[in-house]
């Protein structure tokens, strides 16, 4: 494949991210699956080393480094390393912007040197047990009370659940009309009335902590509200382009990991006297799935450009994330299948794959919602083909 368009410092980065994942991450993550979590110190460990949260300014401890490709190179390196269940991206870059583009000035200062640092692990709660994917189906509520809103409600499926010091938190405005009419409000751990359930079982990411939360009658002070009470829903809008490039990113670094688990092991497997790999259905099969893996990095890194430049629409991010999930569940089953019997077994990492890379079609958007998305631009009156 062609070289891609890392800078030396970007390159110099990976190295040294990959390093911190071989030593402090990656071993300990079979046990951490058993535990259900990832424990918090790894969050501070990466802060330490200016590897968790770089975006941020200097002033707030930051490397101030707002280049995308950082943050690719994270995502591409902690799937290499199979440690995706460490949602340390949604702390740093899905979450933790939010600050930034909605935030106060006293809002930055007071949360993100400790983001950056690891101490504060973020969450943001949208979902609901009736609004997933169709925010405006939310029930959740948050009343002007004058000095504070007075939130309640439940949310459900939150990663980083457990874990998470602040959370990010949408509700319907009490009394305002339209379903659209929204507030964010920054909840934090000891606020009384805040409470959270279990750490929820699932069928993957078993190292990923998700929990439901609960409010009850919380005060949340004026202070720690983000953005412009009312423009809630279009506050998430904004950020949802980017969130599905990071979900993109995610799906590419995880089905390539998939394809190379699967190669080493196809070469090794003797089948009827010779290795799997010299089996032509074999050959055929794996020579596809390299090829669209190829041709999805270079759209990936395309939309990555075009977020950098500030040109990434909600399409083209909708176009990746639909094309990405897909190809992550082939590149997962197809793994599974070349595995045999082993495939099936916990032992083989190609089995936790498998398992985790089926929720991708599902958050950040469904792949329905996303067909819906390109579907409503297709016959928009704006639609042009690029051969126009």
């Known amino acids: 494949m062609q070289q891609r368009n890392f800078t030396e410092e970007q390159d110099l980065f990976r190295q040294s991210y990959r390093k911190f994942l071989d030593a402090e991450v990656k071993p300990y993550m079979p046990q951490w699956r058993k535990d259900g979590i990832v424990p918090r110190e790894i969050f501070r460990k990466a802060g330490d080393l200016g590897m968790l949260m770089i975006w941020p300014e200097e002033k707030y401890g930051g490397l101030g480094e707002s280049d995308f490709r950082f943050e690719q190179v994270i995502i591409e390196e902690t799937a290499r390393a199979g440690c995706s269940e460490w949602y340390n991206t949604l702390h740093s870059r899905l979450v933790g912007p939010y600050f930034k583009n909605l935030g106060t000035e006293e809002q930055r200062e007071r949360f993100l040197p400790k983001c950056v640092t690891g101490e504060t692990i973020l969450a943001v709660a949208m979902t609901e047990a009736g609004a997933g994917s169709d925010l405006a189906g939310m029930k959740s509520t948050a009343k002007d009370m004058g000095d504070h809103f007075l939130l309640n409600g439940s949310k459900t499926y939150i990663s980083n659940g457990i874990n998470a010091d602040v959370v990010i938190t949408a509700a319907k405005l009490h009394g305002a009309e339209g379903r659209h009419a929204m507030v964010l409000l920054i909840v934090e751990r ?169 929720m991708s079609r599902i958050y950040a958007g469904s792949a329905e919602v996303m067909r819906y998305i390109i579907g409503r631009d297709v016959f928009s009156q704006n639609y042009q083909s690029i051969l126009n």
């Open 190 to 358: 000891d606020m009384e009335g805040f409470t959270r359930g279990r750490n929820l079982d699932k069928i993957g990411l078993h190292a990923q902590d998700t929990a439901e939360f609960f409010f009850d009658n919380v005060k949340v002070p004026k202070e720690n509200v983000l953005g412009t009470p009312g423009k809630g829903f279009y506050h998430l809008m904004e950020g949802l382009a980017e969130e599905r490039l990071i979900a993109s990113c995610g799906y590419l670094a995880v089905g390539r990991r998939a394809f190379d688990i699967t190669r080493d092991y196809v070469m090794q497997r003797e089948v009827f006297g010779k290795p799997l790999s010299q089996q032509q259905n074999t050959q055929f099969r794996m020579a596809e799935m390299d090829a669209e893996l190829d041709i999805y990095q270079v759209y990936v890194d395309h939309c990555v450009a075009e977020h950098n430049a500030g040109r990434l629409t909600a399409n083209l991010a909708a176009k990746a994330k639909m094309v990405g999930s897909e190809l992550e569940w082939r590149m997962a089953d197809l793994g599974l299948q070349m595995h045999g019997g082993a495939g099936y077994m916990e032992e083989y990492e190609i089995s936790s794959i498998f398992t985790a890379s089926r």
